[in-house]
């Protein structure tokens, strides 16, 4: 298995929801990211874990809240957002360092705020 | 500060034309960089990686290079087709960012047939 599984693929919350975003990987990789993609911009990084331990935070807001049961799985727990929330939410994985295969990106969830 | 710079950011080619995209970055001490495909809406594809010990790759009609000492990558397109028409992202890992992929801002490439 060579890939990133994303769920949901579309979102649409209202401010005062909760919800989720999962991430699955079974390919050995340890160190696992999220990133937020705006229309025509790149990918922004938001938290990067490394064996299942929380290694970078890039000063995102509380209302994201990031969580790595184990290593195969990344969840991104959304609370009260705000409209400019609104973007593609892509996971990524890769062995540490980027290893020899480099980064393998999941299909991404659109998420709206409503 | 490490950054990553495209040029160009938006390029429409007739079918069949070889074309070049470029990539600079600000750090020589790159650990590796990785060259994308993003389709609109749609997730990163990984085209080509490139380790800091090699000079270039290649896949089929697509060929990457890096020149660590100018701070430069070229990923070359041979015989465009409507299909390669997608935003191309350059992507690297550096020194002092170990877990950290450092995006370019992409090109826009069209390809008409």
């Known amino acids: 298995d060579t890939e990133v599984t994303q769920t949901p693929k579309h979102l649409v919350m209202g401010m005062t929801n909760k919800k989720s975003l999962k991430c699955e990987q079974h390919m050995g990789h340890r160190a696992m990211y999220w990133y937020k993609q705006k229309a025509k911009k790149p990918p922004e990084l938001m938290f990067v874990y490394s064996y299942e331990k929380l290694s970078i935070n890039e000063s995102v807001p509380s209302r994201f809240s990031p969580e790595c049961p184990n290593s195969s799985l990344l969840n991104l727990h959304l609370h009260a957002l705000q409209p400019e929330d609104s973007a593609l939410y892509l996971c990524?994985?890769?062995?540490?360092?980027?290893?020899?295969?480099?980064?393998?990106f999941g299909s991404g969830t659109r998420l709206t705020v409503v | 500060k490490q950054e990553v710079t495209q040029i160009p950011a938006a390029l429409s080619v007739p079918e069949g034309e070889n074309l070049v995209l470029n990539c600079s970055f600000t750090?020589?001490?790159?650990?590796?960089l990785q060259w994308f495909r993003q389709d609109p809406g749609k997730g990163l594809t990984s085209l080509l990686l490139?380790?800091?010990?090699?000079r270039e790759q290649t896949s089929g009609r697509l060929n990457a290079s890096l020149d660590k000492s100018s701070g430069r990558s070229t990923l070359y397109i041979a015989a465009s087709q409507p299909g390669d028409s997608a935003t191309y992202l350059c992507a690297g890992i550096f020194s002092g960012g170990y877990n950290k992929l450092i995006f370019g801002a992409g090109t826009r490439l069209a390809v008409h047939p």
């Open positions: 490139i380790q800091s010990s090699q």
């Open positions: 750090d020589s001490a790159i650990y590796n």
């Open positions: 990524a994985s890769s062995q540490e360092g980027g290893g020899v295969y480099g980064y393998t």
